[in-house]
């Protein structure tokens, strides 16, 4: 029997197994994929060629992220992002604009700007939504036709509703870890660092394992299986998204489930090409964001250059279909349907945040207090990767103390 048991392998999952293990547990992660990561997903070609379809860019403000790997022993792979990191595009009306962080600011409108500028810059920032903070500090136009998209291609939808600051918000000031570069990527993925915490002492995960249950029983918790099972352990640990881990928690943590379905999720279908340099037309850039598109952004992997290819990946609104999606990647690369050969395609459930989500997560915290069941997961403090690990954190202390 373990002593701990994870359900879901994603940071959050992982982050907490290794807590775990590293405190001498034997650690169980049950996934229901059959890889681990979740949003850290790199996709591996035989070829050695790599590329994120999901998660991107990790900082040296990421100090718990940076612990595991460097823990892990996959700190040596970490690279920093060329020169491509620094440029983007702007897709409106069909016309591509491509920008560095100062172009950007030509794109806004300085007349507007200085008008809502002055009032703007003393107002606080508590109880604002990004939308309505940054809309008077530089006028609802600016806002809509600039900073909107911007935004939006962070967490994959709009975020004009996300709370600006605490529990949910998209930024966070964190101390640097100046020995490391300050934005980077690991030579393989991110998901190296996934890999590393699934293979680290005391853990052992099994993929391709649905759960459906979290129970009490008088020892512990039991965690009942898809395929029939039923596992037991003093100490369990819920790491799946919200509308998962409400459903498994629903018969046994009713209060808690009810507490979780409050969060708001938004499904983001996520289809990436790798294409030969040569028939790549786009400017190399970090990634391409349009305004009122199908999809909110398409990351590359230029800031890792290859000489011979590069990759596209294209992260999508809820409800567009597989045939909408194709086409509009084929118009975007202006390459045909055919030459995307077969696409990795993902689909990721994600939270949103709104005004009021740090009540949600007291309340969540208040249905825990006291118990041996921990849930961690991008849907307390935010979405960032520094986020879930620092939950993650945060609760093994709770369980373990
Ligand atoms: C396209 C995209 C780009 C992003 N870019 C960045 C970035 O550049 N930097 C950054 O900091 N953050 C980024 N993020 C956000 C960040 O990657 C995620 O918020 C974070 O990785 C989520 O981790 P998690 O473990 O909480 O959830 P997930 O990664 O979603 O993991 C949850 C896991 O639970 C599993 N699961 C679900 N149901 C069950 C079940 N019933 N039984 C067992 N397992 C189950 C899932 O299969 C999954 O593996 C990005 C996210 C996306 C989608």
Not at 46 to 70: K, R
Not at 95 to 116: G, M
Not at 382 to 399: F, H, M, Q
């Amino acid at each position: 029997m373990a002593d701990v048991i994870v359900v879901g392998a994603g940071i959050s999952g992982l982050a907490f197994a290794w807590k775990a293990g590293q405190a001498g547990k034997q650690v169980l992660v049950l996934e229901r994929d059959r890889r681990v990561g979740g949003c850290l997903h790199s996709e591996r070609r035989p070829d050695g060629y790599w590329f994120e379809m999901g998660a991107h860019t990790v900082y040296n403000s990421y100090g718990a992220f940076l612990d595991i790997a460097v823990g892990g022993g996959v700190a040596g792979k970490i690279v920093q992002r060329g020169p491509a990191r620094a440029s983007f595009g702007l897709l409106r009306d069909g016309t591509y604009r491509w920008l560095t962080p100062p172009k950007v600011l030509l794109q806004l409108s300085w007349l507007e700007a200085a008008v809502h500028f002055p009032a703007g810059i003393f107002r606080k920032k508590e109880g604002e939504t990004v939308y309505s903070y940054y809309s008077r500090l530089l006028g609802r136009g600016n806002y809509d036709r600039v900073i909107s998209p911007f935004f939006a291609a962070v967490p994959s939808q709009k975020a004009d509703g996300f709370p600006l600051e605490g529990a949910g918000s998209l930024f966070k000031k964190r101390p640097r870890r100046e020995e490391f570069v300050r934005s980077f990527g690991f030579d393989g993925g991110l998901q190296l660092v996934a890999d590393a915490a699934a293979r680290s002492k005391g853990v052992t995960v099994e993929t391709g394992v649905e759960v459906r249950r979290v129970a009490r029983t008088a020892g512990g918790f039991a965690v009942t299986t898809a395929d029939g099972r039923t596992l037991e352990a003093p100490l369990v640990a819920v790491a799946a998204p919200p509308d998962a881990a409400a459903a498994m928690l629903e018969q046994d943590f009713h209060e808690l489930a009810t507490g979780i379905r409050r969060v708001g999720t938004v499904r983001v279908d996520s289809m990436g090409v790798v294409l030969p340099r040569a028939e790549c037309w786009m400017p190399e850039c970090a990634f391409l964001v349009p305004v009122d598109d199908l999809f909110f952004s398409c990351v590359t992997r230029d800031p890792f250059p290859d000489p011979r290819m590069r990759a596209f990946a294209f992260h999508f609104r809820d409800g567009t279909s597989r045939e909408q999606r194709l086409k509009r990647m084929s118009e975007v690369l202006r390459v045909p349907v055919e030459r995307l050969g077969t696409p990795v395609e993902r689909r990721t459930t994600l939270p949103s945040p709104a005004l009021g989500h740090a009540d949600i997560v007291a309340e969540l915290d208040r249905c825990l207090a006291g118990g041996k069941l921990a849930v961690t997961g991008n849907y307390f403090a935010g979405l960032a990767i520094e986020d879930c690990v620092l939950r993650s954190n945060e609760e093994w202390k709770r369980v373990a103390g």
